[in-house]
């Protein structure tokens, strides 16, 4: 009998958890998604001068070329 009270127990406690995790989220403050997108695209253009995907890595500096070229015999 005490088995099914410890799991009633820890149901109770989680149900507890699970309903203050979600007054937590439900009093956040939401940014609109207008005003994110438009500082992310803002960022993006403001930056990608130095933008590796745009510009692409000079074979001298690149970090992950191979050192030695792979010969099969």
Avoid: F, W
């Avoid at 699970?18 to 207008?34: F, G, H, P, Y």
């Avoid at 001068?49 to 792979?70: E, H, M, Q, V, W």
Wanted: net charge positive.
């Amino acid at each position: 009998m005490s088995g099914k009270m410890c799991s009633s127990s820890n149901s109770v406690v989680q149900a507890q958890k699970l309903v203050d995790q979600l007054r937590v989220e439900a009093n956040m403050e939401r940014i609109k998604i207008s005003l994110t997108a438009a500082d992310l695209v803002k960022y993006c253009q403001d930056h990608r001068r130095s933008d590796p995907l745009l510009t692409g890595i000079a074979a001298s500096s690149n970090p992950y070329k191979d050192k030695k070229s792979c010969v099969l015999l």
